[in-house]
């Protein structure tokens, strides 16, 4: 069996013609496999979802009970028979539930990482090595600037603002679905035990997190009333990025806008959004990641789907691995 | 090294002037001597070291990284400094580097001879983080830009030390990085140092515009009038053999004007307006003093050229005098100051230094009529001073007034360019400016294209390319906080109320009057005051 009777770009995502279903779809299909739940890649509107149980809540949560016509959970490292097909989930270590999909059939094995990254995080299982012939791989940070630093070193330097401005809310912009519960994971985990406040749009999935046994400490929401402005000088707010530009933190005592995500590396990207304190912290894979994981897991092809594919392209091509960009369409940037 | 480069950075994404104030006096306070000299020379501008090319920098990452992944990581980064500090490959199995403090760095660096450069700045490289990479880089290359100016550097010194602002400015060329003696006096464990070099800046004294109903509260008789000439305000200082023209903020810029510094023959130090000669014209007449347009062509030169120099000519126009051989003037009258000035400039050659002349007057209302047809095109307004008022450095309010001939004339910050028409259409010449509201934003006021020469053009051309921080097509929004960014003068005949402009007003036929590089957008003007010309 040749890699592309297995597993075939097509413009609603990867489709697997022997199984009949789609990873990933960005358009509504009849069977979909969902790696994680960032919007980008779990859509609503499929007919039958087979994704991780914390997947298919998370879809729930966003989308309502009825995202999908059935839905059916994987647990990680279970093999699932799919027409002649035979599909497992492994940890990608990205956020919550958040898998690598592993297609087999004729002897020939793909493995579809989803988006993955390799470094600890307190708030999800950690991504495991699952070796395959072919590698179809993320590349979001995929070029060799792209190093991210030690989160802890992150989280002190806004520990380190906070003390440094007492007076000034800290108002952190942090994707609603991993970033801001991984954030608070790490602040507990460096002993800040004050109350942390979240913006709405962040309640119902902290509260997911919770419910899984990830514990976040004390939260509190974010609402500012005519007699509590002075109560968040000083604070962490967390919020979705697109608040941060909005009347909403104007009401905080002189804020300090600071964003948490891997693009916040480069300084251009930090001044364009306004950002005064950038922390670099990243759900994916920097460039040594991806490097090191094609190297460990010595597929004989690789492919790249979302992100700076070229570059990533042109280093398996320097290494004499087989490589070709996907250029799958839908996937986001900013979602990270 | 980290310490520093984490300062930077702060620096950099931080628009509020007191955020600023706090991020460096803490830097002050943490760091040891001399790192924290040598920071802050780096931000003055005051520390020398041996440039690096970028052709350099390239060279050294090309030894190590593939050709086309450096390109690819360019193009995305758009910063050859960042691209560098990012993509530098750390020696394999090294662990975290230990920091090196600056101090070793700048010691090593300045002693570099061009031989060795390559190799040691890939040593440094080595050893240092991302961060700290990025700091270096930007250090040799001379690309360092913080959005703090060397005033804003003195006056978090000074809020540090709680001293005066212009107690520093009093002394400060008389200081060399890493400024240890400065750094003694300011923790309270030395005292001042002395002004000990020869021909030292002296803090300057400007004047408040005039408000209605100022002059009210006034008798004309305690004031004298002179014109205010539209060139630059400056002071040139000669002591025992040592020559400077300073600017109004202490900026020694004496290497741009050779032809004035020649002709410096006194012991002292006088406060006057640089201006450019019309050479054809006789010394003292009206058709002396050539436009603002012709001096700019001498201004922000590091040196200049006998064939510019002989198009066009500089002269000082005196004002005032603060020293005399070793005498202190400053706290004598002004008119007495007036008298020792007038005596002085008799003995200067005339093509060069003249009196600025009295205007006389026994009326308010007679200044305003003066002010309404002035006697040369280069007369911006009135400078009233109190006759018996010491000469008081800063803005203090009372002693100096200035009486402008055009209300038109604000001062805003560039907010947008775009791509102009024609001749023009391979440069960023139509600008978008704003000036500052209550709350501390930029409200865009007009738009207006430059009229100046081709390499004001391409400065402001290069401006905007430099600072771009965000595009719309042919549109870019540049770099505009108070700490950073560029003054545009703006001369406009009139305004009027607009419900279409965010600003709630509209300028009829805006101009750029002309481009001040020398000032910080906060001291830009208000909407506050276009609106009380609204009446
Ligand atoms: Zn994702
Ligand atoms: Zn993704």
Redesign the interface.
Known sequence: MQPQDLLRPTPAGLYCPVGDFHIDPVRPVPRALVTHGHADHARPGHGAVLATRETLDIMGLRHGADHAGSTQAAGYGESLALGGVTVGFHPAGHVLGSAQIRVEAGGLRILVTGDYKRGPDPSCAPWEPVPADVLITEATFGLPVFRHPDPAAEIARLLASLAQFPERAHLVGVYALGKAQRLIALLRAAGYDRPIYIHGALARLCAYYESRGIALGPLESATVDRGTKGAFAGAVVLGPPSAFAAKWAQRFPDPLIAFASGWMQVRARARQRGVELPLVLSDHADWPGLTDTIAQLAPQEVWVTHGREEALVRWCGLAGIPARPLSLVGYEDEAE | MQRFA?LL??L????ARN?KL??LA?YFSDAPDPDRGHALAAITRDLELPGVKPAMLRALVAER??P???A??YD????LA??VA??W?PAPGAGPPPDIRLGAVVARLSRLSRAEAPACIAAHLDAL??PARFALIKLVTGGLRVGVSARLAKQALAGWGGVEVTEIEEIWHGLAPPYAALFAWLEGRAPRPEPQAAALFRPVMLANPVEPGDLDRLAPADYAAEWKWDGIRVQVTAERGTRRLYSRSGDDISRAFPDLIEAMDFEGAIDGELLVMRAEAAPGSPERVGSFAELQQRLNRKTVSAALMARHPVFLRAYDLLAEGQEDLRRLPFTARRARLAALVTGLDPARFDLSAAVPFAAWDEVARLLAAPPHDAIEGVMLKRRDAPYVPGRPKGPWFKWKKDPHLIDAVLMYAQRGHGRRSSFYSDYTFGVWTAAGTLVPVGKAYFGFTDEELRRIDRFVRDNT??RFGPVRAV?AEPEAGLVLEIAFEGLQRSGRHKSGLAMRFPRIHRLRWDKPPREADRLETLERLLG
């Open positions: 984490a950075d702060r950099t994404l931080t628009p955020a706090r991020l803490d990284t593939d086309e992944l450096f690819l990581s995305y980064v758009g910063d960042e691209t990012l993509i490959e983080d991302a921080v965000e770099r």
